[in-house]
């Protein structure tokens, strides 16, 4: 089957799932985690209209029986770039690709992205998230419910901007449809990290966006971090090599943080003759997310340890990482120590909470959005089990039910 037909084939079974949303959908858990840290235990959830309407271990009949599996919400993955892709040649960055050929691709990252278990995303840096996210929310398509950032402020020192400049710009932001904005604060750590606004930049663009009710996502390594911090920004991204005071202030201030403990870097990595060419993707910068890996680690495990931050949960997933945004987890848990309740609650109540959505996503509880996932195994006895998706709901609809045997493994950075 082609891409199209198969896009086109999804498309109807959606359609006609969202048709028969008048009658109430019973499912069955035997294992559920709710989102918030609790689990319980043989339920039964009822859905109507897209939304969850009440837990009753006695409601019949039961339309999806998931007992034998690990019931939880849909994930919610706080920083992805859901329009990066490879080319038809292979590449990042193909100037050869037809708008076509980019049509499909990013059609397809939202779908895998979707059948990773990840319902709500939260895309920073495209305006081509504006029509996707548009035509998702209209069932045009199907893949994750998403927040945009439509374009970044791209911190470069003076030529930035004046505060009154950099006002303006989140205003156009804001005009053009924007979520959130995000805001680059720091260098790439390809080419060290240094901050690249000044406090008073960083003031105007915080400050404006919160005068407009937007939430700005900070791009910040080292000092860029605590500067964040102080202009109110609503969230500080990858934050590696900040220090225990910058990871305490931003735990006093409220400030949400999106460290990434390995997916992105791996992908980078293994993808590299992909990348390699492309803009700063340099031989010397390969090699500087090489070294930065164990500090990447490093920054999680600390501000794990950081009394009252709240650590989201976040990807950075770019080209050759949709679909796969679940391997941060294990990273997460392997490598930096984090219990596994916390990784799940990250991506759950606390990702919602941080996008201001906690009444609409991020539990399974009464009047909020049925987003409901369902894998082949607990996570909390073995965190390899977020590889194993067998069940997919995104309000109401059901876009996956496999049988967990027909799940193929797969482990690390393979495509």
């Not at 710009?169 to 990290?193: C, E, H, M, P, T």
């Not at 305490?248 to 992105?264: I, K, N, R, S």
């Not at 070294?291 to 080209?319: M, N, Q, R, S």
Request: charge should be negative.
């Amino acid at each position: 089957m082609s891409k199209t037909c198969l896009v086109v084939t999804l498309f109807c079974a959606a359609a006609l799932a969202a048709f028969a949303q008048e009658k109430p959908i019973v499912i069955a858990a035997s294992t559920m985690l709710d989102g918030t840290g609790k689990i319980v235990h043989n339920t039964r959830i009822v859905v109507q209209n897209g939304k969850i309407v009440r837990l009753d271990p006695k409601a019949q009949p039961v339309t999806y029986d998931l007992r034998g599996l690990t019931v939880l919400p849909g994930w919610i993955d706080c920083h992805v770039h859901i329009t990066y892709h490879f080319g038809p040649n292979g590449k990042y960055g193909d100037r050869n690709e037809t708008p076509q050929q980019a049509e499909l691709a990013i059609a397809s990252n939202a779908w895998v992205t979707l059948m990773a278990g990840f319902t709500t995303v939260q895309s920073v840096g495209s305006p081509g998230d504006v029509p996707l996210r548009d035509a998702i929310a209209a069932g045009t398509i199907p893949g994750p419910r998403i927040l945009t950032a439509v374009r970044p402020l791209m911190g470069r020192g003076p030529q930035t901007g004046t505060p009154d400049q950099i006002r303006e710009f989140i205003r156009q932001v804001k005009s053009q449809g924007a979520d959130l904005i995000k805001i680059f604060a720091s260098q790439s750590i390809r080419d060290g990290g240094a901050p690249t606004l000044s406090q008073e930049q960083l003031n105007a663009a915080c400050g404006e966006a919160n005068q407009l009710g937007l939430r700005t996502l900070v791009h910040a390594y080292k000092d860029a971090v605590r500067m964040a911090t102080l202009a109110g920004c609503t969230e500080v991204e990858h934050g590696t090599l900040a220090t225990p005071a910058d990871l305490a202030l931003m735990a006093e201030h409220g400030t949400y943080f999106d460290p990434q403990a390995g997916l992105v870097l791996e992908n980078y990595l293994h993808f590299k003759d992909r990348f390699l060419g492309t803009g700063n993707f340099t031989e010397e910068g390969f090699k500087n997310m090489q070294d930065v890996i164990g500090a990447d680690h490093e920054i999680v495990k600390e501000a794990l340890a950081t009394k009252g931050l709240k650590v989201v949960f976040g990807t950075d997933a770019v080209a050759g990482a949709h679909g796969r945004n679940a391997e941060e987890f294990i990273d997460r848990v392997r490598d930096c120590g984090e219990d596994p309740m916390r990784a799940m609650v990250s991506a759950n109540s606390l990702a919602a909470e941080s996008m201001r959505l906690q009444d609409k996503i991020g539990s399974i509880a009464p009047g909020l959005q049925a987003d409901i996932i369902a894998l082949a195994g607990n996570p909390l006895e073995d965190i390899t089990a977020v590889r194993r998706v067998a069940f997919v709901m995104k309000s109401g609809i059901v876009y996956k039910n496999v049988a967990p045997a027909s799940i193929p493994e797969y482990a690390g950075v393979q495509p």
